[in-house]
């Protein structure tokens, strides 16, 4: 397979007064071209972190180590101008929030043209015009009226629509989406969702769903990529993941989902405990304190990766169903 | 839907609320009004947990605040204990307010952030003159126990040292300090990650049975409500939709706004096929709201009769009630 993005060792930590926050750490992850990948955590676990700093999206005070490779080119080398480049037509993102990430005082159609212009070079009619195009694209109604518009003036699922019409506006080859369907409500969010399934088969475009909702990868993604304090603990296909979880933090998260198929009035498994205090990396495995089949050996002793032949992959010394 | 009708009140089973024709008006200008809540009618008896469900903007919040006369409502009457409190004022009011309390969605911004953790839930307490400062004290460190924080270590603290979670715990303290007998959650998990919304949600079905209370749970997320509620009101522009056990409900819903809520909420399973009944678009604006049933502009079964009138709310089932001229049939 034809690989996108390669990242090797990766790990971002930040400069705190309390000392250094390691946000990410040591992470080893590669994406095939026109693959669709989830990630999936908990908030802390350090999946938001890892894709803007893919992306080369971190403030000053951020540690970048290890090595980001896109389509061969060494991303960890280059400059911020030179990586600058890459953004819009060869990444994009989608970012959580469509409230902030929009600009309130600029209307629509400038915050959606200014791509075009800058990055493929059009002129403003062109621009314009393909900016209408993007409109209809994402099921926005009236586009030409829309175009005038202020963010404000939309409701919640149509600015995420927006935002969504500029990530792909340069089709980028890899798209980021970091939790698209979290503000929204639950009908708005099936619309989100599946605009992206087909703009993604539309463009061939790579994905990257960053989420801590199992639900919405399960239906959305070809391999699951799971974050515990910064580490991947655990990744696999999906249908192998759902199937065969591996890790004891994996099932713990997907106990404690309420689920339409129990039955109602049904206690919920909860993890107990909170993620580890990130500028103090436990000695042992970063779940062993809040997990239930936790030994010693899992205290005093860090489990590494560890790869099964279907290439499944998980962190634990003792995984669930035996270590085959 | 986006009918009325009271056909689902058990006035015979002596309900702890009792809320008919609620009618909730926000001026848009000068000569426009929009009826957030546009005549609800429903009961809650004694330890129930009714979840009030629906999407953002149908009104649930509105009628989540009306109960407790955040604002007074412009219509309708809402009985607590058999006491008409939409015609209390002063200090008659007064006296009523500590029964019913509120837990918000966004915990950390419903604390005081410069006050202390003892102090948020002391005010309360001080407030309606409970005690002497010791025994409060004492109170408050019951309360912080009961929700599972530490006081020892919690006390003294304020708001911005805490996750979302232990807020939403600091704020159920604060709810139940007065000893009230309906607890409005207003999305109380909505802003939490998973793990942390089980641990809440469970917390609330612990103080609900240790206490005695009766829950009104709105929320947007049916999996939740399915988890924690015993009897659930569907909600679509300021008007019902249907009501049932949330068994029922969510086995054979009768509203076609019902079916498509389900079915848009994603399974954490690869193989189960993605459900395609799906409402397009968007609610209409309420300050126009549709004629007739409110929901045909997005409801793919919408026939000329919805279109003219209004559906009242009819049995479907056991306990199962649903405003639609041409409810789904399973």
């Not at chain 1, 005038?148 to 990530?167: C, F």
Request: include cysteine; charge should be neutral.
């Amino acid at each position: 397979m034809n690989q996108l993005l390669k990242l090797s060792d990766f790990s971002v930590s930040f400069t705190t007064p309390r000392g250094d926050l390691h946000a990410v750490r040591g992470v080893d992850l590669s994406v095939a071209k026109g693959e669709s990948i989830g990630i999936v955590g908990e908030s802390g676990s350090g999946k938001t972190v890892l894709s803007r700093a893919t992306m080369g999206l971190m403030p000053s005070t951020a540690t970048c180590t290890g090595s980001v490779e896109f389509n061969g080119a060494p991303l960890s080398d280059l400059s911020h101008a030179e990586v600058r480049n890459y953004w819009g037509t060869g990444m994009a993102m989608i970012f959580q929030d469509p409230l902030t990430s929009l600009n309130p005082v600029r209307r629509i159609g400038s915050q959606l043209m200014e791509g075009l212009i800058v990055r493929l070079g059009m002129s403003k009619d062109q621009a314009r015009a393909r900016s209408v195009e993007l409109l209809e694209r994402v099921r926005i109604p009236d586009p030409y009226a829309a175009m005038k518009k202020y963010p404000g003036e939309l409701s919640g699922g149509m600015r995420q629509r927006i935002v969504i019409a500029i990530a792909i506006a340069c089709t980028p080859e890899l798209l980021f989406a970091d939790e698209p369907t979290t503000a929204l409500d639950v009908t708005v969010q099936a619309q989100v969702l599946e605009l992206l399934a087909e703009l993604r088969q539309e463009f061939n475009m790579t994905m990257i769903l960053v989420t801590h909702d199992l639900g919405v990868v399960a239906g959305q993604t070809d391999r699951v990529v799971v974050m515990y304090a910064g580490e991947i603990v655990e990744a696999a296909v999906t249908k192998d993941l759902f199937a065969n979880m591996k890790m004891p933090y994996t099932e713990a998260l997907m106990k404690s989902i309420p689920r339409l198929d129990q039955a109602s009035g049904q206690r919920l498994r909860v993890i107990t405990g909170r993620l580890p205090d990130p500028t103090t990396p436990e000695p042992g495995c970063s779940f062993a304190p809040r997990c239930e089949y936790a030994t010693d050996k899992c205290r005093a002793e860090k489990p590494p990766l560890v790869t099964m032949q279907n290439g499944h992959q998980y962190r634990c010394f003792f995984p669930i169903g035996g270590s085959l | 839907m986006a009918g009325s009708g009271k056909l689902h009140l058990r006035l015979d089973s002596d309900p702890l609320l009792v809320v008919q024709d609620l009618v909730v008006q926000y001026k848009v200008n000068r000569k426009s009004f929009v009826s957030a809540v546009a005549g609800i009618s429903f009961d809650v008896l004694r330890g129930e947990t009714l979840a009030i469900v629906g999407e953002s903007g149908c009104g649930k919040s509105t009628l989540g605040k009306a109960i407790m006369q955040l604002p007074r409502p412009q219509g309708g009457t809402v009985v607590l204990d058999g006491v008409d409190i939409t015609a209390l004022d002063g200090n008659d009011l007064r006296d009523v307010r500590p029964k019913v309390q509120m837990i918000f969605q966004d915990a950390i911004s419903s604390l005081d952030p410069r006050l202390q953790v003892k102090n948020i839930i002391d005010e309360p307490l001080k407030v309606w003159k409970k005690g002497t400062a010791a025994e409060r004290s004492i109170k408050v460190d019951n309360l912080l126990n009961s929700v599972g924080l530490d006081p020892v270590v919690v006390r003294d603290r304020r708001p911005y040292e805490f996750s979302g979670g232990q807020c939403q715990r600091i704020s159920i303290a604060r709810a139940i300090a007065l000893d009230p007998v309906l607890l409005v959650c207003d999305e109380p998990v909505s802003a939490l990650d998973v793990s942390i919304q089980a641990q809440i949600l469970n917390l609330l079905q612990d103080m609900k049975e240790k206490l005695g209370l009766t829950l009104i749970f709105i929320s947007h997320d049916l999996a939740v409500v399915k988890a924690v509620s015993t009897r659930v009101l569907v909600m679509y522009l300021g008007k019902i939709c249907e009501v049932a056990t949330p068994d029922d409900l969510y086995a054979h819903p009768a509203h076609h706004y019902s079916r498509a809520l389900i079915a848009a909420v994603p399974i954490p399973d690869p193989e189960v096929g993605v459900d395609k009944i799906r409402v397009t678009g968007e609610p209409p604006s309420p300050v126009n709201p549709p004629s007739g049933c409110r929901f045909r502009t997005r409801c793919e079964s919408a026939s000329q009769r919805c279109a003219a009138e209004e559906p009242q709310l009819q049995e479907v089932g056991l306990g199962h009630f649903v405003a639609c001229h041409h409810p789904v049939t399973n």
